[in-house]
């Protein structure tokens, strides 16, 4: 039983280099969805009030709690700016995924297309 423990723990060790990016990529679907769902209520809110929001209380969006609060998501998420013609909104991890010191960073504009800004 211990040999057979012993080569799976080898095999997980030279598997998990190998998968690092595809959990990368799996969690920054997180982000994505996230943004592209404020970026379809802050074009909700510009049609009612002629302008975007810096607030989320304002287009009713309520970020999930991150895993250093007790809940699930690993971003956190801020409007950076807000006019009449434009906004900005951010997506920033707050976990290191593949360990290399580098945390993840999406973008979204009234353009509705999230952008890897920082790639972890």
Known sequence: MLMVMAIIGILLLLALPTFMPLISKTKAQEAKIQLKYIS????????INSKYSMEFTQIDFEAPLTVNQGGTANYRYEIMEASNGSYKVRA???????GDGILNVWMIDEHGNPKETVKD
């Open 92 to 98: 920033e991890a707050i976990v290191d995924f593949d």
């Open 40 to 47: 379809n209520l802050q074009t909700q809110y510009r049609y």
